[in-house]
């Protein structure tokens, strides 16, 4: 029965995204939905980005392991950087009337620094997108009981999210984020109403996490634990900035006050949310202490699928497992779209500038068609837990991405030159660290990247010119076929 109603909802997914694909009509609408979406639309595109498998079983995860203080990426991380991106760049990069934040390193720099920026920016997402690819695998698994292998569920869950973004672009993404925000929310908050009968009320289970020291944000007060909690924190809430998939959401959105507020909604909701799976899971060491203690050991991922399927009555298994495919397709047909959108525009585009629109549209298809299957295979071969892979796709882009985009936005000094220093500083030392240093490093590999992009942009800038020119009025950005075009606003 259960299996049979997740087959029909995965159809009505696929059904409902190919019906958006029919909105679909030149590069604009496919990579920002033609800059068209509603508020309640681009809260729900917010939302869902971030609410995937990493906030469903990741984190949850990672709480019943460490506490509080072990998910200080995720949410605390990962719903400040939904909050700096409304607050302070939501409304600068709507009026730019870009496609892509790769566009803004062009205009502000020059096309060397958008070709190496983009370059980081896609590749942060192997990791993010393959968390997705491999949490859909673990549900198929779970749901089949094991008749079908998590790696055969790989391949399937990826053909289906790949069917339905391909076509549909971020029309079909941003009207399922919607439709799947409202499944994921019910769902997971029925499950915890069911999860806290069966614990004696909630407050116990607050009151057991908090005796067992779960609820400690805080490290002890010892210098290098504070440097790796002030690292996970600062490598989500930063390193996400420069990410094309909260670019896509911004600029889809009807207006830049839209933007703004939906931004911030998506935050708040998100941030409020991932308490729920954290509650859940935590449930589970009450009601099962055994089952669950060597579940930890084994694979915590498993932790919540299991709960659910030995302690509840079909009709909330539905609703879970409803849910969870929900935050899990919407957030990887998000990621899946927003590093092809980016490759297409900023990597290809720039080598074949020619192109009529029909052809750049069908460029953007087969890229996502690519990346999926790059995906795939990083996904099948990697031993890193869903938590792991997503926390470590952001070191890239803090390191190389994150200085230039924020130093161009707020210092009129910022040159092309300190651009290209901070750049390929901040990767190159990052990448040493990584391979010298590894694991045993005091100060993490990213945060050492990200001072040394720091003071390359600084640097940089500040000495002779000998690199290019001052290039923000020289490169005005693409010209897309939209049927409505409105005239590029050149903030530099």
Same mark, same amino acid.
């Given at each position: 029965?259960?299996?049979?109603?997740?087959?029909?909802?995965?159809?009505?997914?696929?059904?409902?995204?190919?019906?958006?694909?029919?909105?679909?009509?030149?590069?604009?609408?496919?990579?920002?939905?033609?800059?068209?979406?509603?508020?309640?639309?681009?809260?729900?595109?917010?939302?869902?980005?971030?609410?995937?498998?990493?906030?469903?079983?990741?984190?949850?995860?990672?709480?019943?392991?460490?506490?509080?203080?072990?998910?200080?990426?995720?949410?605390?991380?990962?719903?400040?950087?939904?909050?700096?991106?409304?607050?302070?760049?939501?409304?600068?990069?709507?009026?730019?009337?870009?496609?892509?934040?790769?566009?803004?390193?062009?205009?502000?720099?020059?096309? %060397?620094?958008?070709?190496?920026?983009?370059?980081? !920016? *896609? =590749? &942060?997402? #192997? /990791?993010?997108?393959?968390?997705?690819?491999?949490?859909?695998?673990?549900?198929?698994?779970?749901?089949?009981?094991?008749?079908?292998?998590?790696?055969?569920?790989?391949?399937?869950?990826?053909?289906?999210?790949?069917?339905?973004?391909?076509?549909?672009?971020?029309?079909?993404?941003?009207?399922?984020?919607?439709?799947?925000?409202?499944?994921?929310?019910?769902?997971?908050?029925?499950?915890?109403?069911?999860?806290?009968?069966?614990?004696?009320?909630?407050?116990?289970?607050?009151?057991?996490?908090?005796?067992?020291?779960?609820?400690?944000?805080?490290?002890?007060?010892?210098?290098?634990?504070?440097?790796?909690?002030?690292?996970?924190?600062?490598?989500?809430?930063?390193?996400?900035?420069?990410?094309?998939?909260?670019?896509?959401?911004? %600029?889809?959105?009807?207006?830049?006050?839209?933007? !703004? *507020? =939906? &931004?911030? #909604? /998506?935050?708040?909701?998100?941030?409020?949310?991932?308490?729920?799976?954290?509650?859940?899971?935590?449930?589970?060491?009450?009601?099962?202490?055994?089952?669950?203690?060597?579940?930890?050991?084994?694979?915590?991922?498993?932790?919540?699928?299991?709960?659910?399927?030995?302690?509840?009555?079909?009709?909330?298994?539905?609703?879970?497992?409803?849910?969870?495919?929900?935050?899990?397709?919407?957030?990887?047909?998000?990621?899946?779209?927003?590093?092809?959108?980016?490759?297409?525009?900023?990597?290809?585009?720039?080598?074949?500038?020619?192109?009529?629109?029909?052809?750049?549209?069908?460029?953007?298809?087969?890229?996502?068609?690519?990346?999926?299957?790059?995906?795939?295979?990083?996904?099948?071969?990697?031993?890193?837990?869903?938590?792991?892979?997503?926390?470590?796709?952001?070191?890239?882009?803090?390191?190389?991405?994150?200085?230039?985009?924020?130093?161009?936005?707020?210092?009129?000094?910022?040159?092309?030159?300190?651009?290209?220093?901070?750049?390929?500083?901040?990767?190159?030392?990052?990448?040493?660290?990584?391979?010298?240093?590894?694991?045993?490093?005091?100060?993490?590999?990213?945060?050492?990247?990200?001072?040394?992009?720091?003071?390359?942009?600084?640097?940089?800038?500040?000495?002779?010119?000998?690199?290019?020119?001052?290039?923000?009025?020289?490169?005005?950005?693409?010209?897309?076929?939209?049927?409505?075009?409105?005239?590029?606003?050149?903030?530099?």
């Amino acid at each position: 029965m259960l299996l049979w109603f997740v087959i029909a909802y995965l159809m009505v997914s696929v059904g409902i995204g190919l019906w958006a694909a029919t909105r679909v009509h030149n590069t604009r609408d496919f990579a920002v939905a033609g800059r068209s979406l509603p508020l309640p639309i681009v809260t729900a595109t917010v939302f869902a980005t971030w609410f995937g498998a990493e906030a469903v079983f990741g984190v949850s995860a990672q709480f019943v392991k460490d506490g509080l203080g072990g998910v200080v990426a995720d949410p605390f991380g990962s719903s400040l950087c939904l909050v700096i991106a409304g607050l302070f760049f939501a409304k600068k990069l709507y009026k730019l009337n870009i496609l892509t934040v790769g566009d803004y390193y062009r205009m502000r720099y020059n096309r %060397t620094v958008e070709v190496i920026t983009s370059l980081c !920016i *896609v =590749g &942060s997402y #192997l /990791g993010w997108v393959s968390a997705q690819i491999k949490a859909l695998g673990l549900i198929f698994s779970v749901i089949t009981n094991g008749a079908v292998s998590p790696e055969l569920g790989m391949i399937l869950g990826a053909a289906i999210v790949l069917t339905y973004t391909t076509f549909g672009g971020m029309f079909s993404v941003a009207i399922l984020d919607f439709v799947q925000m409202v499944v994921s929310m019910c769902g997971l908050l029925y499950i915890a109403w069911v999860i806290s009968g069966l614990t004696g009320g909630a407050q116990v289970v607050i009151d057991h996490a908090s005796q067992a020291g779960k609820l400690d944000f805080f490290p002890p007060p010892d210098p290098w634990m504070w440097v790796t909690f002030i690292g996970a924190w600062v490598t989500m809430m930063l390193g996400s900035l420069p990410q094309q998939d909260v670019f896509q959401r911004v %600029t889809s959105a009807k207006s830049a006050n839209i933007a !703004i *507020v =939906g &931004s911030l #909604l /998506g935050a708040t909701i998100y941030f409020c949310f991932t308490f729920v799976p954290m509650f859940i899971a935590y449930s589970a060491t009450l009601i099962d202490p055994q089952l669950f203690n060597d579940l930890l050991e084994k694979d915590s991922q498993l932790i919540l699928p299991t709960l659910v399927l030995q302690h509840t009555p079909l009709f909330a298994q539905i609703l879970f497992f409803g849910a969870v495919l929900s935050a899990i397709m919407s957030c990887s047909s998000a990621t899946l779209l927003a590093p092809s959108v980016m490759f297409a525009e900023n990597i290809v585009k720039g080598y074949f500038p020619h192109l009529s629109d029909r052809k750049f549209l069908w460029i953007m298809r087969v890229t996502i068609v690519c990346f999926a299957a790059i995906v795939l295979l990083f996904a099948l071969n990697s031993e890193l837990s869903i938590f792991h892979m997503v926390e470590s796709a952001y070191k890239i882009t803090l390191a190389g991405a994150f200085i230039p985009l924020v130093v161009g936005a707020f210092w009129k000094r910022a040159t092309t030159q300190g651009a290209l220093a901070a750049t390929l500083g901040g990767l190159i030392s990052w990448v040493l660290v990584e391979l010298l240093v590894g694991e045993s490093s005091p100060i993490p590999a990213q945060l050492i990247g990200l001072a040394v992009s720091a003071a390359g942009m600084l640097i940089g800038s500040l000495l002779p010119q000998r690199y290019g020119l001052e290039s923000h009025h020289e490169h005005p950005p693409h010209t897309h076929h939209a049927p409505h075009p409105q005239p590029p606003h050149h903030h530099g």
